[in-house]
């Protein structure tokens, strides 16, 4: 009885290449997609990833250069006409202070239309929505989808659209999940927390 022949030997190379190939392509395509993530270009898409981590902020930093907290007055939920309310609260300060944001964000959106006339409106932490209304002006640098941070300048105070013969002021309110919501109470909280770092002593190296 003749003795069966050996299996055949299984050739592991073309499956080593093939492995090895699908290894080089995915450390290139990390590779890639770190130096993508890291440019300027990503600028937006790297925000919009930070803000959908943070939560809702408690306190806010005042949209109307050197205007106080305590000078704004609590008009949140005013009749405003027979059919609506009034949904933020109205900052005056002479035409053309500088408008500031308020939170970091993402301006998602700049146009003069409507009530609100002249506008600009940015997508905050949590992806809250920050509106600034009746501005005299944009500030030219501003673009759709330009990345914010607390501060920075989005335009000027003025009396557009519905505020038109009016007092100049910046309309400012917040839209969260649920719509909109009153931010005075955060501006105050911001102004509170101003106030506690200017009183905190700064301390120097220790001897």
Known sequence: MSASPPPPR???RRAA???????????????AASWAWRQPFMASVRM???????????AIAMP????????????????RGRDRRHEGVDIFAPRGTEVLSATPGIVTSIRETGLGGRQVWVLG???ERHYYAHLDDWTPELVQGHVVLAGDVLG???????????QPHLHYGIYGSDGAYDPLPLLRA???????????PV???AP
């Open 125 to 127: 932490p949590a992806h």
């Open 17 to 31: 290449i093939r492995l090895t190939g699908w290894v080089v392509f995915l450390l290139l395509a990390w590779f």
């Open 48 to 58: 919009g990833f930070e803000l959908s981590r943070m939560p809702a902020p408690d």
């Open 156 to 166: 000027y105070v003025g009396d557009t659209g519905n505020a038109r013969g009016t």
């Open 64 to 79: 109307v250069r050197g205007v106080e907290a305590s000078r704004v007055a609590d008009t949140f939920g005013a009749p």
């Open 10 to 12: 299984r050739d592991y």
């Open 190 to 200: 911001g102004a509170r927390r101003a106030r506690e770092l200017e009183d905190t």
């Open 203 to 205: 301390r120097g190296p």
